[in-house]
């Protein structure tokens, strides 16, 4: 991405999170209110203006990705917080509302937004342009990756890397260089006991077929129109990723297959919403 440029791809996610509260049918897969009208196209009348665009098989395909990755991480923050997790570590958290919208069962945990400069400036100017407040235990970290390590940014912020953290990192490692991963894993798993991290990944373009192949095709373009495309190196079938994360040394990984999302997810809609196999999440422990 353009270091002086918000992310193109994280605008694009908050816009289909709206367009799921505006368009899609009960019950929402992720009740996120605070997305409509969060950005420039995620108004209710500019959705309804493009619902034929939005009811297309690839931006359905494109929702469910994003929409399932959301409720997932936040289904697993919530049962990491059960197991006495006290702090949320969102990388790239692009406009994620989670803290501005949080239950009552995250109000102890301390919360920490992580992202480039640009796309942080662009949603804290979009939360105060709807009036929306900080919640007093939201803090902000912004960190050019191209200049500073995860570390040594949240070196300055109030991330504490002696507290248990759940971390959530969706949507990103497809953009980054297989070293780049590791590195974010080896970090999680510096962590104290009990710390875990959230994160998705897309399979490579060769095992696809059908409407995945499809989709992951016109994402590819989608994402290098914008400039931000993948690199192939850190895509990877789900046997793989277990393999590399359990030899990196976490202790156990849970990984939502297609199948158990679409049964958690999307079994009896009536919209349409798709279960996805291109993408795909695992939640690792440490």
């Not at 570590?89 to 692009?94: E, K, N």
């Not at 007093?136 to 912020?157: H, K, Q, Y």
């Not at 969706?170 to 510096?190: C, H, I, M, N």
């Not at 158990?260 to 349409?272: H, I, V, W």
């Amino acid at each position: 991405m353009q270091k002086s440029k918000a992310s193109e791809t994280a605008i694009a996610c908050a816009i289909v999170r709206a367009v799921h509260q505006t368009l899609d049918h009960e019950p929402k897969i992720l009740e996120d209110p605070l997305s409509v009208g969060l950005v420039e196209g995620s108004s209710e009348q500019e959705i309804r203006e493009r619902a034929e665009e939005f009811g297309e098989s690839v931006w359905r395909y494109t929702r469910s990705e994003v929409l399932y990755r959301n409720r997932f991480a936040e289904d697993e923050l919530r049962s990491s917080v059960r197991d006495g997790v006290s702090q949320y570590l969102l990388l790239s958290a692009g406009l994620d509302t989670f803290a501005y919208r949080q239950p009552e069962w995250a109000s102890d945990l301390s919360i920490v937004e992580v992202d480039h400069p640009a796309t942080q400036d662009l949603k804290r100017s979009c939360l105060d342009r709807l009036s929306v407040a900080t919640p007093s235990n939201v803090t902000f970290c912004a960190i050019d990756f191209d200049d500073s390590t995860l570390a040594e940014g949240l070196r300055d912020s109030s991330f504490d890397p002696d507290v248990p953290t759940y971390v959530s990192w969706l949507g990103v490692t497809p953009y980054l260089p297989r070293q780049a991963v590791e590195d974010v894993f080896k970090f999680v798993l510096s962590l104290p006991p009990l710390s875990r991290i959230t994160f998705t990944f897309y399979l490579p373009t060769a095992s696809l077929d059908g409407i995945d192949l499809e989709w992951m095709e016109w994402l590819e373009a989608f994402v290098s129109e914008r400039g931000e495309p993948f690199y192939a190196e850190s895509r990877m079938e789900a046997d793989q990723m277990l393999e590399w994360l359990q030899g990196l040394g976490f202790s156990s990984v849970r990984h939502l297959t297609p199948q158990e999302q679409n049964e958690a997810y999307f079994a009896g809609r009536t919209d349409g919403l798709p279960s996805t196999a291109a993408g795909q999440a695992m939640c690792a422990h440490v």
